[in-house]
């Protein structure tokens, strides 16, 4: 499939969404133009607030491959990725994004994402979300096992 037709199927899987009781947003994985997975926001269907279609088709994709790594993957997506995709997108290493709406368009509908993208760049006590460290010490410890051990596995 080429770019265009794997951004209609993304573009389709949102209406898709949005008839099922969910969010308008769809994605596809892809490599080399053959579709990996697919997903479609589900936030609503199974009160999930990170069941967005991004990680969605991220899960999918990493249980049909057997792999975190999606290197070599790109994503097609209905809208651009909010923060939470956009991590999850990195954190995959998907090494592209296609994307139909961008964060204004889906702003404009309700789905504003800028104050999380402001908290983001905000030290952890200016934000509006109250956060406290605690029991720091205690918390290291599985740092400190992570580093000794010699078969971790890195990502």
Known sequence: MNKKELMKRACQLAEESVKR???P???????????ISEGSNNVTIHNDPTAHAEV???RNATAKLGTYDLSGCEIFTSCEPCPMCLGAIYWAHIDKIYYGNDRK???QIGFDDDFIYSELSLEPNERKLPCEILMPQEAKNAFKMWTAKEDRTEY
Do not use: K
Not at 28 to 35: K, L, M, P, Q, Y
């Open 21 to 23: 009781g969910g969010g």
């Open 25 to 35: 947003f769809g994605a596809v994985i892809a490599r080399n133009g053959e579709i």
């Open 105 to 107: 368009d889906a702003a």
């Open 56 to 58: 969605t088709a991220i």
